[in-house]
């Protein structure tokens, strides 16, 4: 297939937190598979809807529909993710938020757009009682993405498939959101599973990380808990998200890459 167009919706993970900042935005995995694309097609556009904090029926509510209108056909590689945000909420309610998700799908689906999807990490460093919700939740997530996947006929891009992924040094400090290189090798799997020129070395776990010391391992989960954990129930605790007053860095489809 020789995609014209891509289309993205979604949430912090699409909109490319926190790769390097280019032009004051993240660039994220989203653009680096652009990048490769545009090499394929000269009249290649590229629109790149999503906004960090987003939740499920925020993406299908505002990004969705615009996102519809730009697809051209089979030719529109169309990827949509949502609802991990959802899943990380304390009132997180599946027989909603699966749903709508899956509902969403379809409405592409009929637009005739090629689709890719993705599944998150159920397997995390994380341990104990924690590390156990965020498995079984994320688990039945998966599931519902691959069965709607199945049903139209949409490309899935599985985290699961390569344990390796689950490597924190692939991880900004927050321990939420990919890094550089975090995106790079998300860009590279996208690229395979498209049939795009890629880096096959995506798939080499790094080298075995040294082991840190107790008493640093308490200071960084200490700077982590201050910088990024308690503002983020804060936030929580009084409604806001990190998306509120945020607008899409690209919102319509342009030439792609952008001259700079």
């Given at each position: 297939?020789?995609?014209t167009r891509l289309i993205t919706c979604g949430d912090s993970f699409t909109e490319g937190m926190t790769d390097e900042l280019v032009d004051g935005h993240y660039r994220?995995?989203?653009?680096?598979?652009?990048?490769?694309?545009?090499?394929?097609?000269?009249?290649f556009t590229y629109a790149n809807l999503a906004i960090r904090g987003k939740l499920v029926r925020q993406v299908v509510a505002e990004q969705l529909p615009i996102g519809l209108d730009f697809v051209t056909g089979p030719e529109t590689l169309f990827i949509f993710h949502a609802g991990a945000n959802d899943v990380l909420r304390?009132?997180?309610?599946?027989?909603?938020?699966?749903?709508?998700?899956?509902?969403?799908?379809?409405?592409?689906?009929?637009?005739?757009?090629?689709?890719?999807?993705?599944?998150?990490?159920?397997?995390?460093?994380?341990?104990?009682?924690?590390?156990?919700?965020?498995?079984?939740?994320?688990?039945?997530?998966?599931?519902?993405?691959?069965?709607?996947?199945?049903?139209?006929?949409?490309?899935?891009?599985?985290?699961?498939?390569?344990?390796?992924?689950?490597?924190?040094?692939?991880?900004?400090?927050?321990?939420?959101?990919?890094?550089?290189?975090?995106?790079?090798?998300?860009?590279?799997?996208?690229?395979?599973?498209?049939?795009?020129?890629?880096?096959?070395?995506?798939?080499?776990?790094?080298?075995?990380?040294?082991?840190?010391?107790?008493?640093?391992?308490?200071?960084?989960?200490?700077?982590?808990?201050?910088?990024?954990?308690?503002?983020?129930?804060?936030?929580?605790?009084?409604?806001?998200?990190?998306?509120?007053?945020?607008?899409?860095?690209?919102?319509?489809?342009?030439?792609?890459?952008?001259?700079?």
């Open positions: 297939m020789s995609y994220g995995w989203a653009d680096r598979v652009a990048d490769v694309m545009a090499t394929a097609e000269a009249t304390p009132n997180y309610k599946s027989d909603e938020v699966l749903p709508l998700y899956a509902d969403a799908v379809r409405r592409i689906a009929e637009s005739g757009a090629t689709i890719l999807l993705f599944t998150v990490l159920e397997k995390t460093a994380n341990e104990g009682k924690a590390g156990k919700v965020w498995a079984a939740r994320f688990g039945e997530f998966n599931a519902n993405v691959r069965a709607v996947a199945k049903e139209v006929g949409a490309i899935v891009a599985d985290a699961n498939e390569d344990g390796f992924l689950s490597d924190r040094r692939f991880l900004a400090k927050d321990r939420l959101h990919l890094n550089a290189l975090g995106h790079y090798r998300v860009a590279q799997g996208v690229l395979e599973k498209i049939g795009l020129p890629f880096d096959a070395l995506w798939r080499v776990p790094l080298v075995p990380a040294p082991r840190k010391s107790r008493w640093a391992q308490s200071y960084e989960y200490l700077e982590w808990f201050i910088t990024y954990l308690l503002p983020w129930i804060i936030r929580r605790l009084r409604g806001k998200s990190s998306g509120d007053g945020r607008s899409a860095k690209y919102p319509n489809p342009i030439p792609w890459p952008i001259a700079r």
